[in-house]
């Protein structure tokens, strides 16, 4: 943790932030601990602990820390997988996926893997999100109409499910939904005005009428935070409960980071990506031994903190307050809302992420639809848990695909300048006579090293009166071993037919393992070349005076 980070200072802004997002955060927290299937107080739990963590130890001053959507269908996923429908079973399962997922944070953050959100390319993430959008809402229409329980996440099948049981809709709760989520929506289009509140208070008020209508209500909440260690994994169960710890990991940071780092951005602050890593780790640890949810800095609590007008992590420390001050004095309230109002708000509040503009640049930019498109297929036919993986592995193939590529480019003097360009680009470039320059396009690793260097052979056998070449390795911040190996088979090869090697554009990391690697042809002199015209330069200047 950075020792000159300081904690904030009282600000009336801040106070009035922090009050305004309380009331928008609790009955949240309460129904996203449904979407994950566990208690309503999992969730009040885990909203407290991560507004007060992240408010004393965090970097960004306007990151609000709670449970999300995606963490806790993440979460009922694996519960699910783990324990089948056995409630009191997944509900110890959720606790030690939340404390390993909070260890994962702070073997990460001590690692300073800072950057691991970026194994999540953005297209992945969208894709994902909207998936995960429509499967949030389908398996809260059951508490919206009246529907009986739906379980899994396959979505074909969740539809199926749904139309057998139309017949089965309770008509007074199916009206309460509608028309709570008809108010969240028409509060959208009126500034500060609270929907969320709004509706909450409304349904409170009708609680009883409601409720002698048969429309279920939220019920009691047992609120105790009791210190205690989960049950841990029995011996089958220990690669799995890694492997979904590693993707609750995966998915609250990369949905943290970009919260954290939009928000920076956007008023210039600093961001502390490893800090930031430690104390996600320190709250999920918390609350995986408090019997909590998995919490992340979320982007809807987030912007309501901006809009808000917080101007410090005071914000959020003040909301942790008033939770705590909510769940003493007004528990018994928060008891009565009904659940198609809850389902209502979690419905309303991922239909941001419907939109289909989302994708609007990545077919106006022509790059990245199949992955983006691929993600989507992936959670909606596989779930959730298994459609991030697969969308994480194919982001990850398709990368690797992209690196191995062989592509090579030949390059000639621009307009008798320094510029040198790629011939095939732009065809008035003129080579140097004798001098073959040649420039790998992606960086030179294990997977494309011997490809490459194929290529380069049959550039130099294609000329005739061929004296020298220049390898340009401005895209090759390091060298593996095999391209190590490539390189000196390809530096002998040259030798063969009395024609020297020189490279160009170097790392100074790179030039200093090339001397210590020794490879033929390629002398200290061969190597000290800064730009390919000085290479092309000094080579010149050599053939003139011999």
Same mark, same amino acid.
């Not at 841990?232 to 993707?247: H, T, Y």
């Given at each position: 943790?950075?020792?000159?980070?300081?904690?904030?200072?009282?600000?009336?802004?801040?106070?009035?932030?922090?009050?305004?997002?309380?009331?928008?955060?609790?009955?949240?927290?309460?129904?996203?601990?449904?979407?994950?299937?566990?208690?309503?107080?999992?969730?009040?739990?885990?909203?407290?602990?991560?507004?007060?963590?992240?408010?004393?130890?965090?970097?960004?001053?306007?990151?609000?820390?709670?449970?999300?959507?995606?963490?806790?269908?993440?979460?009922?996923?694996?519960?699910?997988?783990?324990?089948?429908?056995?409630?009191?079973?997944?509900?110890?399962?959720?606790?030690?996926?939340?404390?390993?997922?909070?260890?994962?944070?702070?073997?990460?953050?001590?690692?300073?893997?800072?950057?691991?959100?970026?194994?999540?390319?953005?297209?992945?993430?969208?894709?994902?999100?909207?998936?995960?959008?429509?499967?949030?809402?389908?398996?809260?229409?059951?508490?919206?109409?009246?529907?009986?329980?739906?379980?899994?996440?396959?979505?074909?099948?969740?539809?199926?499910?749904?139309?057998?049981?139309?017949?089965?809709?309770?008509?007074?709760?199916?009206?309460?939904?509608?028309?709570?989520?008809?108010?969240?929506?028409?509060?959208?289009?009126?500034?500060?005005?609270?929907?969320?509140?709004?509706?909450?208070?409304?349904?409170?008020?009708?609680?009883?009428?409601?409720?002698?209508?048969?429309?279920?209500?939220?019920?009691?909440?047992?609120?105790?935070?009791?210190?205690?260690?989960?049950?841990?994994?029995?011996?089958?169960?220990?690669?799995?409960?890694?492997?979904?710890?590693?993707?609750?990991?995966?998915?609250?940071?990369?949905?943290?980071?970009?919260?954290?780092?939009?928000? *920076?951005?956007?008023?210039?602050?600093?961001?502390?990506?490893?800090?930031?890593?430690?104390?996600?780790?320190?709250?999920?640890?918390?609350?995986?031994?408090?019997?909590?949810?998995?919490?992340?800095?979320?982007?809807?609590?987030?912007?309501?903190?901006?809009?808000?007008?917080?101007?410090?992590?005071?914000?959020?420390?003040?909301?942790?307050?008033?939770?705590?001050?909510?769940?003493?004095?007004?528990?018994?309230?928060?008891?009565?809302?009904?659940?198609?109002?809850?389902?209502?708000?979690?419905?309303?509040?991922?239909?941001?992420?419907?939109?289909?503009?989302?994708?609007?640049?990545?077919?106006?930019?022509?790059?990245?639809?199949?992955?983006?498109?691929?993600?989507?297929?992936?959670?909606?036919?596989?779930?959730?848990?298994?459609?991030?993986?697969?969308?994480?592995?194919?982001?990850?193939?398709?990368?690797?695909?992209?690196?191995?590529?062989?592509?090579?480019?030949?390059?000639?003097?621009?307009?008798?300048?320094?510029?040198?360009?790629?011939?095939?680009?732009?065809?008035?470039?003129?080579?140097?006579?004798?001098?073959?320059?040649?420039?790998?396009?992606?960086?030179?690793?294990?997977?494309?090293?011997?490809?490459?260097?194929?290529?380069?052979?049959?550039?130099?056998?294609?000329?005739?009166?061929?004296?020298?070449?220049?390898?340009?390795?401005?895209?090759?911040?390091?060298?593996?071993?095999?391209?190590?190996?490539?390189?000196?088979?390809?530096?002998?090869?040259?030798?063969?037919?009395?024609?020297?090697?020189?490279?160009?554009?170097?790392?100074?990391?790179?030039?200093?393992?090339?001397?210590? *690697?020794?490879?033929?042809?390629?002398?200290?002199?061969?190597?000290?070349?800064?730009?390919?015209?000085?290479?092309?330069?000094?080579?010149?200047?050599?053939?003139?005076?011999?």
């Amino acid at each position: 943790m950075s020792a000159t980070s300081s904690r904030p200072a009282f600000n009336v802004v801040d106070l009035l932030a922090g009050l305004a997002i309380a009331g928008l955060l609790v009955p949240e927290a309460v129904a996203y601990s449904g979407i994950a299937g566990m208690p309503p107080q999992a969730g009040v739990i885990a909203l407290f602990i991560g507004l007060i963590c992240y408010g004393l130890l965090g970097t960004s001053r306007y990151a609000i820390v709670s449970s999300t959507s995606s963490s806790a269908a993440v979460l009922a996923a694996g519960t699910l997988a783990l324990a089948g429908n056995a409630v009191i079973a997944r509900a110890a399962i959720a606790e030690t996926l939340v404390l390993f997922g909070g260890i994962c944070f702070l073997i990460a953050g001590f690692a300073r893997l800072g950057g691991l959100s970026h194994l999540i390319a953005r297209p992945v993430l969208r894709g994902y999100t909207f998936g995960l959008a429509v499967v949030i809402a389908l398996k809260q229409l059951p508490h919206l109409g009246g529907w009986p329980d739906l379980h899994g996440d396959f979505v074909p099948l969740l539809i199926k499910d749904l139309v057998q049981t139309s017949n089965q809709v309770h008509a007074v709760t199916l009206g309460t939904g509608l028309l709570a989520l008809a108010l969240l929506f028409v509060c959208e289009r009126v500034r500060r005005l609270p929907g969320s509140l709004l509706v909450i208070a409304l349904g409170v008020i009708a609680s009883p009428w409601l409720a002698a209508r048969g429309v279920p209500l939220t019920g009691a909440i047992h609120l105790h935070m009791n210190l205690a260690m989960p049950t841990w994994p029995s011996g089958d169960q220990w690669l799995p409960s890694v492997e979904l710890a590693a993707a609750l990991l995966l998915i609250l940071y990369a949905e943290s980071y970009s919260s954290i780092r939009g928000f *920076a951005l956007k008023h210039n602050d600093p961001v502390e990506p490893n800090r930031d890593l430690l104390v996600l780790g320190v709250a999920n640890v918390l609350c995986g031994l408090l019997q909590g949810m998995p919490v992340g800095a979320g982007y809807s609590g987030t912007s309501a903190n901006e809009a808000a007008g917080a101007q410090s992590r005071l914000a959020g420390l003040v909301a942790g307050a008033t939770v705590l001050l909510m769940v003493l004095l007004l528990l018994r309230w928060i008891e009565r809302i009904p659940l198609a109002v809850l389902a209502a708000i979690v419905i309303h509040a991922v239909s941001k992420s419907w939109r289909l503009s989302v994708f609007r640049p990545y077919l106006q930019w022509k790059r990245d639809r199949l992955l983006a498109l691929a993600s989507v297929v992936a959670v909606l036919s596989l779930g959730i848990l298994n459609g991030l993986l697969v969308a994480i592995a194919f982001s990850l193939i398709m990368l690797l695909r992209q690196l191995a590529a062989a592509r090579l480019s030949v390059l000639g003097r621009l307009a008798d300048g320094h510029d040198f360009v790629d011939i095939a680009q732009h065809p008035d470039a003129v080579e140097p006579k004798g001098i073959l320059i040649l420039r790998p396009e992606e960086p030179l690793f294990f997977a494309n090293a011997e490809s490459v260097m194929s290529l380069a052979r049959k550039q130099v056998t294609q000329r005739a009166g061929l004296k020298q070449v220049i390898l340009s390795l401005e895209e090759s911040p390091d060298l593996d071993s095999t391209v190590l190996e490539s390189l000196s088979d390809f530096s002998s090869w040259l030798q063969s037919l009395n024609i020297g090697l020189h490279v160009a554009r170097l790392k100074d990391e790179t030039r200093d393992l090339l001397l210590r *690697a020794a490879l033929p042809q390629l002398s200290p002199q061969a190597l000290n070349n800064w730009s390919v015209e000085d290479a092309v330069s000094a080579l010149a200047g050599a053939s003139s005076s011999t």
